[in-house]
């Protein structure tokens, strides 16, 4: 039952891990840190959004795609191309092409973006547009130029400049090629004229003089390689579907100048255009040329077949058949006609066939092969969603991984279907072309009952017939084909065109920036006050008593300052003199057990480690009791390090070490003070063995004597928590006053004692809180209040090194407080 008790005591006085009664006030005085802390962060900031951070502007443009129609039978929409690049999967296959090397490289070449410009300000140097600068750079892309060396230009005058490089070496870059070469030695001309070329073995370039207001900054430019600025201009492009119409479209394009953003977006959706068109009309050229080879083809035997036929014409006589003739003859025609337009859709469809590689070099129109758009919509244009998918999966996996095999299978898979599509249909021309021949066969011999004259005839008028109709629909497909190229226009018509409009850049955010540095500001000076606050383990105020024990506290004394340590008998009128009265009155509080000595008391004055001032505390509680008529004697039981003496004016001689030893009797050892009832009796000559000196029968008389002799015995004891001799002096004593001191003591010292108390070793004990401030703020603790020598530090003996109190020993005993507290 006992033990229950003591466990529900050590539970109820278990201490927050954190005091909040301590860490709020020291926050709120921590004013001073928070204010630099927040002005170091607010200018960091300010640097940050002002100098070391790029500015990023972001300019935009709206596009509209036509959708694109599988009934209409024109050129353009018939085009194999262009239907593989139709509408499906627009926001990605558009996200893809616009973020190519190609397509970039094309639009590098266009705005000329492979000319870096720099603007030198007062603390960094900083990229600026070509449209930015004072100056426009222009290289002859056929000439060998200087690249990744920056020239700096100076103002000379209105109509001159100077050039500089930092070093004179540097590559050669080949425009046409797109190829570093070697290093070579530069030599460009020191001064250069604006609008003029400036010409040299490795270099040819003009820089034109533009109306720019000049900040008075210095400016410098740089050639790069076609792969340098792609790669700059390649990024921060978005995609995006603005509305519910999907053929709207929206681009971004994020640079470090607007001027830039702007230029690189146009120019980028200008070669979108050129591409499409060019992809468009490729089929149309494709099919011109075709028509124009078969034209020359058949214009060839149509001159053959009309020389022929004029001849026999005027070597028979013969210009016109009967009727029954005049019908084979046609019938033959006609015949002849639906073959050869057979043969040429035949030949035709071979050019459709889907190769293992994309390749537009062969596609013709599809209305020339005889095939309707609908068998080819549904496959082409998953074979062009496959291949989409395939581009974006080799961004993620690896050629040989099973996601690519798999897609690779489907495209295979779409490819045989589509190749399915064309035989279905070459089978069924090869039916009816079996059919005509077959039907040819038959006129054929019909005509052979003529004679041989008008058979001849006959064949030279089919000729002739043949090729004349033939040659006739291949110039009415020509014209539609020319017609179709001359009305084919972009299904991308531009909406919203990009535009400087002097639009903030969209980073650095100052406004966000701003309130985290202030958050930062208010962070960093909270988490030192509160990591201070976890290793601060030194008592400062009472709840870091009162929450580790139930042990009362008798008195608080304050700092001693300037003071004399026998303060009740030099200053008999100060504050801490009347600290120690009251000590003097709570007293009978805690030795009132009516088992005691009526007519005496002792009293045992102890801290935990020297330093505390329990000395100082015995001294003057002796002083405030002998003051008061009551026959006092104090006695120095610290047998290790004596300390009492000094301040007294009297000598450590001779002490209880010579009494214990059976050397001197009581009345050789007591020296007394200048107050009649106060006397004292120092420790004497420092002993080999003072343990067994205590626990001895001489000490036992001693305190016998003593008591006989004294009202009040006032025992000046080791640090109980360094030796146990104040624990054997315990039992001689009626109350035990234990000495705590404010910024020196630790909280777990407390609990030393409080154990001890708890279950039940030691009783009638009271606390003094030495050194007491009120500066629980973030500047409490300066110094010790006062400066006392009655101590031991934290090493007792000259070889006791177990207690750690640098950094490191902090850490570890947090350690210890957290393992104790949560786990």
Not at 103 to 116: L, R
Not at 144 to 163: G, M
Not at 236 to 251: D, G, H, R
Not at 729 to 739: E, G, P, Q, S
Request: a neutral charge; glycine letters at 6%; hydrophobic letters at 35%.
């Amino acid at each position: 039952m006992a033990n229950n008790n003591i466990e529900q005591k050590t539970k109820k006085r278990q201490s927050d891990f954190i005091d909040i009664e301590r860490l709020i006030p020291r926050i709120l005085n921590a004013w001073p840190l928070y204010i630099i802390s927040i002005l170091i962060a607010l200018s960091v900031a300010f640097y940050l959004n002002n100098w070391k951070l790029n500015k990023i502007y972001s300019a935009n443009t709206t596009f509209k795609i036509k959708e694109n129609n599988a009934a209409n039978n024109n050129l353009a929409s018939n085009s194999i191309n262009f239907i593989w690049g139709g509408n499906a999967n627009k926001i990605d296959g558009l996200s893809y092409t616009l973020t190519s090397r190609i397509h970039n490289e094309k639009v590098v070449k266009k705005a000329e973006s492979y000319i870096y410009y720099f603007e030198e300000g007062k603390l960094k140097k900083s990229n600026v547009y070509k449209l930015d600068a004072p100056f426009q750079v222009h290289i002859d892309t056929l000439h060998t130029q200087i690249a990744n060396v920056e020239v700096l230009v100076e103002p000379k005058d209105h109509n001159s400049f100077y050039l500089k490089i930092e070093n004179n070496s540097g590559n050669l870059y080949n425009f046409s090629k797109d190829s570093l070469m070697n290093s070579a030695q530069l030599n460009l001309p020191k001064i250069g004229y604006y609008n003029q070329w400036i010409i040299g073995k490795d270099f040819k370039l003009m820089l034109k003089k533009l109306n720019n207001q000049s900040s008075g900054n210095k400016y410098s430019f740089k050639l790069v390689t076609i792969k340098d600025a792609t790669q700059r201009a390649v990024q921060n492009f978005s995609v995006t579907n603005p509305s519910k119409i999907a053929s709207i479209i929206s681009v971004s394009k994020n640079a470090e100048s607007l001027n830039e953003a702007v230029d690189l977006l146009n120019n980028s959706i200008s070669v979108l255009i050129e591409n499409e068109l060019a992809e468009r009309n490729l089929s149309a050229y494709q099919t011109r040329k075709y028509l124009k080879d078969r034209i020359a083809s058949v214009k060839v035997k149509l001159d053959s077949a009309t020389d022929n036929l004029q001849e026999l014409q005027k070597k028979s006589g013969i210009y016109n058949f009967d009727t029954k003739k005049g019908e084979l003859i046609g019938k033959l025609t006609s015949l002849d006609k639906e073959r050869i337009e057979i043969e040429e859709r035949i030949a035709a469809l071979h050019r459709l066939m889907p190769k293992k590689s994309s390749s537009v070099d062969n596609l013709i129109a599809l209305n020339i092969a005889g095939l309707e758009v609908s068998y080819y919509m549904s496959n082409v244009d998953k074979l062009d969603n496959l291949e989409i998918r395939r581009q974006e999966m080799l961004k993620v996996y690896k050629s040989n991984t099973d996601e690519i095999r798999d897609i690779d299978r489907q495209i295979g898979k779409t490819r045989n279907d589509i190749s399915n599509v064309v035989n279905a249909h070459l089978q069924k021309l090869s039916t009816d072309l079996s059919q005509v021949n077959a039907k040819l066969a038959e006129s054929e011999f019909e005509a052979k009952d003529l004679p041989f004259q008008e058979i001849e005839f006959v064949e030279a008028n089919r000729g002739f017939e043949l090729n004349s109709v033939l040659y006739s629909n291949l110039i009415n497909q020509l014209n539609t084909t020319d017609l179709s190229l001359a009305s084919i226009v972009s299904d991308i018509s531009i909406i919203d065109p990009a535009k400087n409009q002097g639009q903030g850049s969209i980073y650095p955010n100052p406004q966000r920036n701003y309130l985290i540095a202030l958050g930062i500001g208010l962070l960093i000076p909270l988490v030192y006050v509160i990591i201070k606050e976890l290793l601060d383990f030194k008592v400062r105020v009472l709840k870091d008593i009162t929450s580790r024990t139930g042990i009362p506290i008798i008195g608080l004394v304050g700092p001693l300052g300037d003071n004399s340590p026998l303060v009740v008998i030099n200053n008999p009128k100060s504050g801490i003199s009347e600290s120690f009265r009251s000590i003097r009155s709570n007293l009978k509080f805690i030795y009132k057990d009516p088992g005691l000595n009526q007519s005496n008391k002792t009293i045992l004055v102890t801290s935990f480690i020297g330093g505390e001032g329990k000395t100082f505390n015995a001294m003057n509680i002796a002083s405030s009791l002998g003051s008061m008529d009551k026959k006092t004697v104090l006695i120095g039981l610290d047998l290790r390090k004596p300390k009492i003496f000094d301040d007294f004016n009297i000598n450590n001689k001779v002490g209880v070490t010579d009494f214990v030893a059976g050397d001197l009797e009581l009345d050789r050892i007591v020296q007394h003070t200048i107050l009649p009832n106060l006397d004292i009796i120092t420790a004497g000559p420092i002993p080999p063995n003072p343990s067994e000196l205590i626990l001895s029968k001489r000490m036992e008389q001693l305190f016998a004597e003593l008591k006989d002799k004294y009202e009040y015995v006032i025992i000046d004891s080791p640090p109980i928590g360094l030796v146990t001799d104040s624990y054997d002096l315990m039992r001689y004593a009626d109350c035990t006053l234990y000495v705590t001191r404010y910024n020196y003591s630790e909280k777990n010292f407390i609990t030393a004692i409080s154990n001890k108390y708890d279950e039940g070793e030691v009783s009638n004990v009271g606390i003094i809180f030495n050194d007491f401030q009120i500066k629980t703020g973030y500047g409490y603790g300066y110094g010790y209040g006062y400066g006392y020598g009655y101590g031991y530090g934290y090493g007792y003996f000259a070889g006791d090194e177990d207690f750690d109190n640098s950094f490191i020993g902090k850490i570890k005993r947090l350690g210890e407080r957290i393992k104790s507290k949560f786990f």
